[in-house]
Structures are given as structure tokens and as C-alpha cells.
């Protein structure tokens, strides 16, 4: 295992009726901004409830998060914060609204251009302002991390950024907030998790049992209740566990001591810059093309890959690992979401254009071993046509 270092500060109240902690959780004197959505959190309700909740505390509202947020908006949110002298943020929403308001904590106190946080990874990030999160989708892992990932519409450009001072002071994870979900965005979320997942365990062994077995065991929770979730919708157990799985995907836990290979999400990001693809599908896309890609790389742990979550014993070693990198594109296609370019009409032409994408924006040396260049991504791409 490799050496590391843990820390993660974010406080979780879980289940029926949490919101309610919100008043016990915002200073009472905070002045507050309420960072939301489209409509989702309106018509559901869920805003109310966070309002009621605040009590008497001076609030307002800032909608009209995209899903990808984008920096254009968020730009706006921070000027407002400014005017009005707002010294806490609330997210109500999904990944999408989290990540806008981790940028909006990191740039109304930056000192210059705040693009720069994202094109210096966080790293120039030195101030953010406090806020919570109320969860309704359960996919990204904003909720408890420190990553956050911006669109700039006029660059086509969705980049990453990671700072220690943006992980959430607190986050409300009330499973009922998620039944309001569209089908579409329930299967996101599990194929996200999913990828999460995999890109911090299918690497190469360092003997880290406690991760491994973690991930393994989290892997196989997504594979059984994710259909479930699709076939019985107001099942409030498989809710509650399909949110604690994902929260735990991308907090940090499974990732300790080991190596990362998030080339899947930055080539995924990629595709959503250029094409506006839900940022799981992207995945979906690309991460059974990457494994084949790299299947010797990752030979060693794509067999315990097969043997461990999938149960697959017969065959050659080869056989077993395409057929757990099957299984795995199966299990996509049954959450109901495409797996091949061609799904989402797309071609040769936009690998091309994909690439292009990739090579401005830095992304020549993904991967564990840092040797997914441009050769191996039009590879991936092409083999996921
Ligand atoms: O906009 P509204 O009307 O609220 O509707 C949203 C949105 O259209 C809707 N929704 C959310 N909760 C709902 C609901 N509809 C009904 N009932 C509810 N309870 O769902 C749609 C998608 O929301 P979004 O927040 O975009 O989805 P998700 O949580 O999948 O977030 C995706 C974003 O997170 C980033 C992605 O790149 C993408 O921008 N990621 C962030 C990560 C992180 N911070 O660590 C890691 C991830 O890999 C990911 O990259
Ligand atoms: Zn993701």
C-alpha cells in the first residue's frame, strides 16, 4: 500500500426528516444563499422545506444551476454574493449544483481571474467560503469531497478542480429527496458510482486489502440494487443504500493508498464539453473500450476484477476478463444507458474532434501509468464507435 495521508470533514446526517439539522447546522446570524437548480428542487418541494428550516435567517435564492454547470452562471451567483454580503452557501440539488457551489465558495474570495481555479487544479485556491449541501442525486461523491468540475460554455471547455478548503461543512442525505428522480438520472448516478469505483480500483495490485474488499463490496451493491432501483422505485432501503454507496465511492475512503486512473472521466469530460452527453453516459462509453485498451496493464486486477465481483472462474485468463469487462458494459445497457459512440450518433469525425479536445486541454498522459497519450485515447475512442 502506498503511504498516505486521510482527512475529511465533511459531517453526514443520513435519512427521514434530516433537513430539519439545517437550522442546528447554519450559524444563526449567517447570511445565507440558496444555490439550486432548474425546477427539480422547486417542484419536489425540497426547497421549501430548506427554507423553513433556515427560520429567520436572511436568505436568497440562486437558481438556474445547469446540470454541467457552467462557469457563466456561476460568475453570476458570485457577483451577488458579493453585493449582498453572503457569508454561507447552501446547495439544494445534484452533483451539478454542488460543484457550482464549491466554485462559488472558491471564487468570491479569489484575488484575479477565478478561471484560474480551475486551470491550476485548485492549486492557486487559497480562501473559500463555508457551505452545506442537501443531496437529491445520488452519483457524484460531491457531497463529501473536495473536487468539483466546471463547464466554460464560450471554451467548450469542462475541467476539474480539488482543494481541501472546499469539502462541505456539512451534508443532509435524505434518501426520500431521491424518488422525485426521472429513471434517467437514478441509472446516472449508479453508472457513475460504478465508474467512480472502478477507476480507483482497476489498476494494478499494491496489496491494499481494506480497499480492495471495500470497493469490491461496493461494486456489488450497485450491481444488485441498481435494476432494482429501476424495478421498484419507491423502495425506500434500496434508496438509502444506493446513496450511502455512492457517497462512499468518492469520498476518499476507497482511494487512500492506492493508485487512480481517471483517464474514463477526462476523456468522458470531453464528450460532454463537445456534445452535451450526461456525464455518466460518457462513461459508459468510454470505460469497457479504456479496459480493453489496457487490459494488460491491468491484467492482475482485472482477474480479481472477474473472479471477486463478478464470480467469473471458467476460462482462460483472457476469457474471464472479457467476460467481466462484458458483464460490466451488460450492466450499463441494462440501467438502460448506450454504450458505443453510435448510441449517441456519433463517429469517426468526432473522435477526431474528441481528441483535438483532449490535447488542448493537457490530457496526453492519463492513467495510472500516465501512458494513455493521444494514440491510445483515438484507440479507446475508436474501439467504442
Ligand atoms: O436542474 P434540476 O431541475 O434541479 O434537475 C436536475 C438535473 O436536470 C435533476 N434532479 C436532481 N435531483 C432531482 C432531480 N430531478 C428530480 N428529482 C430530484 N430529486 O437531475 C438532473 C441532473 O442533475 P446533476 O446535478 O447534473 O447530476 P449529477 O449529480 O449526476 O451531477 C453531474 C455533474 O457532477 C460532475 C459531473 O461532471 C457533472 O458536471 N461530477 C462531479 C464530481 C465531484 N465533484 O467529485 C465527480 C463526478 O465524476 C462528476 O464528474
Ligand atoms: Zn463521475
Keep these: 500500500m502506498f503511504n498516505f495521508a486521510y482527512y475529511n470533514p465533511t459531517r453526514i446526517h443520513f ?30 418541494g425540497t426547497l421549501d422545506e430548506v427554507n423553513q428550516a433556515l427560520g429567520n435567517r436572511f436568505v436568497v435564492e440562486f437558481g438556474g444551476i445547469e446540470p454541467n454547470p457552467t462557469y457563466e452562471t456561476l460568475m453570476q451567483a458570485v457577483e451577488q454574493v458579493r453585493e449582498l454580503k453572503i457569508d454561507f452557501l447552501l446547495a439544494v440539488g445534484g452533483g451539478s449544483v454542488i460543484d457550482g457551489t464549491k466554485f462559488v465558495a472558491a471564487a468570491a474570495e479569489f484575488e484575479g481571474e ?5 486551470t491550476s487544479w485548485g492549486g492557486k485556491v487559497t480562501k473559500a467560503m463555508p457551505f452545506g449541501t442537501v443531496l437529491t442525486l445520488p452519483a457524484t461523491g460531491s457531497e463529501m469531497n473536495c473536487a468539483s468540475v466546471v463547464t466554460r460554455k464560450s471554451l ?16 443532509i442525505l435524505d434518501p ?3 424518488f422525485t428522480l426521472p429513471e434517467r438520472q437514478l441509472a446516472n448516478g449508479v453508472v457513475d458510482a460504478f465508474v467512480h469505483i472502478t477507476e480507483q480500483y482497476l489498476t494494478y495490485p499494491v ?8 470497493a469490491e463490496g461496493l461494486l456489488q451493491i450497485l450491481i444488485e440494487l441498481g435494476p432494482k432501483a429501476l424495478a421498484q422505485p419507491q423502495d425506500y432501503d434500496i434508496r438509502a443504500n444506493l446513496m ?12 487512500t493508498g492506492v493508485p487512480h486512473d481517471w483517464a474514463t472521466h477526462m476523456i468522458g469530460h470531453e464528450l460532454t464539453a463537445l456534445y452535451d452527453i450526461d456525464h455518466a453516459r460518457t462513461l459508459a462509453i468510454v470505460l469497457p473500450s479504456l479496459l480493453r485498451c489496457t487490459k494488460t496493464a491491468k491484467h492482475e ?14 476460462g482462460t485468463e483472457d476469457e474471464r476478463i472479457e467476460a467481466a469487462i462484458a458483464n460490466t458494459q451488460a450492466f450499463f445497457e441494462a440501467m438502460g444507458i448506450g454504450t458505443k459512440l453510435a448510441d449517441y450518433n456519433l463517429g469517426k469525425d468526432d473522435v477526431e474532434a474528441v481528441l483535438k479536445q483532449l490535447e488542448d486541454h493537457g490530457m496526453v498522459a492519463l492513467g495510472e501509468h500516465e501512458n494513455i497519450d493521444l494514440a491510445m485515447s ?7 464507435i
Aim: net charge positive; aromatic share 10%; proline share 4%.
Design 301 to 314: 486486477k482485472l482477474l480479481q476484477f472477474a473472479d471477486r465481483v463478478w464470480h467469473i472462474q471458467a
Design 176 to 178: 426520500t429527496k431521491t
Design 114 to 118: 477565478p478561471w484560474d481555479i480551475l
Design 15 to 44: 435519512g427521514k426528516d434530516t433537513i430539519n439539522e439545517i437550522n442546528s447546522l447554519v450559524p444563526s446570524d449567517a447570511r445565507v444563499m440558496v444555490l439550486f437548480g432548474g425546477s427539480s428542487a422547486k417542484k419536489t
Design 244 to 255: 450511502w454507496v455512492a457517497t462512499m465511492a468518492l469520498n476518499g475512503t476507497i482511494g
Design 156 to 171: 467548450k471547455a469542462k475541467l476539474p478542480f480539488r482543494n481541501e478548503l472546499v469539502y462541505p461543512q456539512f451534508s
Design 207 to 214: 496489496n491494499a486489502a481494506v480497499q480492495d474488499r471495500f
Design 378 to 384: 483515438r484507440d479507446i475512442l475508436t474501439l467504442a
